[in-house]
């Protein structure tokens, strides 16, 4: 593939996507902001925050991520799949799909 991409052949790469990393600070920050803002008019919802905090703690220590597990999991965050052979077929043919 590097060689190809040297000779400056085309390549058809697909929409470009955000890094589950990103999509989880994403998520994350967007419910602890809703959390801390609705906390105003609902006492209780600070806690939503600080178990999104805590969670965020836990996947720094183990090195997991219970939420970026999850969002990979969704139809967006999944690779295209694709035949070996048709991929070889249409470089070697020089056609697409």
């Not at 070889?88 to 799909?97: E, H």
Request: hydrophobic share 50%; with cysteine.
């Amino acid at each position: 593939m590097l060689a190809w991409q040297a000779t400056n052949a085309p390549v058809v790469q697909g929409r470009p996507r955000w890094d589950l990393e990103r999509q989880v600070r994403l998520v994350a920050g967007s419910i602890v902001l809703a959390a801390v803002v609705g906390s105003v008019f609902v006492p209780g919802l600070k806690w939503v925050a600080a178990f999104i905090g805590a969670g965020l703690t836990f996947a720094a220590l183990t090195n997991t991520c219970a939420m970026g597990m999850l969002l990979g999991k969704l139809p967006y965050n999944r690779g295209a799949s694709c035949d070996l052979d048709t991929i070889v077929g249409q470089l070697r043919d020089g056609s697409r799909r």
